[in-house]
């Protein structure tokens, strides 16, 4: 089979009870008794998702974080979690697990079992993490299928940190030590939101994380939403540390929409909820920006300070 997309595709045909949002949303939703059942599942596997030089504490905190940040996606707040771990040096096991009791502690999410295996000598390891939460109680959990015509497009926090972290890890970027370590802990640390996702759930019509990259995330609800949306790339919020080490031209800004690992939250809504969604993440202490607008049509088109912009080959990150 070609690849992750091809795969998704053909699997499909198997995975057709409605819960499983026809695999193209961030989780799967499992409605049992009043309640909603929020579901998924993600990997970290060494050298594709972290670096064999990455802290093992890290390791484990990104893992937690990854499921965490699909579960905020769907408004869901965790339950709890199991996960799958590969052996390895008995130090660094011992460090993973304690920045896996740290991540769990800090999103709430009990771990309530798991997995233990040992790969071939040599292999690089890879770590699953299956976790539940439960959907809002008031309103649909929200899908990548919803956004309509006149909705803005928002983002929360700020884009392309990690990206830009994953070469200061790499040891391959300069720039001021302070700049260079606050990216690199965007790569390593990614902080999902989950009480800023539940809190938004009922103000917005389509949500998703962001993990493979801004544009073709933001493709992704265009495709399933069947409309067209337009990005207006100077809005798209930049770090401080990613504007002083980049200056912040629209290179770095189409580097930083298409590197992908932002685990931040990409949503529509229409536009007379914008109060409401800036007021929803001061409370909760979050930033929040409108980056563009949906349309009649299909297809997603870039700005750049009003004239348009071709759209990058690559939009973002592909197994
Ligand atoms: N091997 C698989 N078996 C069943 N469903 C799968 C498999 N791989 C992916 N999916 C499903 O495909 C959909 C899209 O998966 P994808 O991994 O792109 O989403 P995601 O989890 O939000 O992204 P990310 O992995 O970047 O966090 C999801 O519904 C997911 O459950
Ligand atoms: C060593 C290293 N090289 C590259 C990357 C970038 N990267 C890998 S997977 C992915 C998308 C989410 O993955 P998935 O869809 O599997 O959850 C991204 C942005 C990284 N994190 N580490
Ligand atoms: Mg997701």
């Known amino acids: 089979m070609a690849g992750e997309f091809a795969l998704i595709h053909a699997l499909r045909a198997i995975a057709t009870d ?11 939703v499992l409605a049992i008794g009043g309640e909603t059942l929020v579901l998924t599942l993600d990997t970290v596997v060494e050298s594709v998702h972290y670096l064999a030089t990455d802290p093992a504490a890290d390791v484990a905190w990104k ?18 979690c199991l996960y799958s771990h590969a052996l390895g040096e008995e130090e660094w096991d011992r460090a993973f697990l304690e920045g896996l009791d740290e991540a769990c502690r800090h999103f709430a999410m009990p ?42 497009v928002w983002v929360s926090g700020t884009i392309g940190d990690a990206g830009l972290g994953l070469a200061a890890a790499l ?9 260079l370590a606050a990216l690199a802990a965007h790569y390593r640390r990614p902080m999902p939101k989950p009480r800023l996702g539940a809190a938004l759930a009922p103000l917005v019509h389509a949500m998703m994380d962001i993990s493979d990259g801004l544009l073709v995330d933001t493709a992704r609800i265009a495709e399933s939403s069947g409309v067209a949306i337009r990005i207006e790339a100077e809005a798209v919020p930049l770090s401080l540390a990613l504007q002083a080490v980049t200056g912040g031209a629209i290179e770095a800004r189409i580097a930083a929409m298409t590197a992908g690992d932002d685990y931040e939250l990409l949503f529509t809504a229409p536009p007379e909820n914008a109060v ?18 949906v349309d009649a049509g299909g297809g997603l088109t870039l700005v ?16």
């Open 276 to 293: 409401s969604i800036r007021e929803t993440a001061e409370k909760a202490n979050c930033s929040v920006a409108v980056i563009g607008t």
């Open 171 to 179: 040891g391959t970027l300069t720039g001021p030590p302070e700049h």
């Open 111 to 152: 771990l309530l079992g798991g997995d233990t295996v040992r790969m071939p000598e040599g292999a690089p390891r890879s770590f699953s993490l299956t976790a539940l939460g439960t959907g809002p109680k008031d309103c649909a959990v929200p899908s990548r299928t919803a956004a309509k015509p006149r909705d803005q």
């Open 18 to 28: 409605p819960a499983a949002r026809a695999l193209a949303d961030d989780a799967a």
């Open 304 to 319: 750049h300070q009003g004239k348009p912009l071709p759209l990058p080959e690559r939009l973002g990150y592909q197994h």
């Open 63 to 80: 893992l937690v974080a990854v499921n965490v940040s699909d579960l905020s996606a769907k408004g869901a707040i965790p339950l709890g």
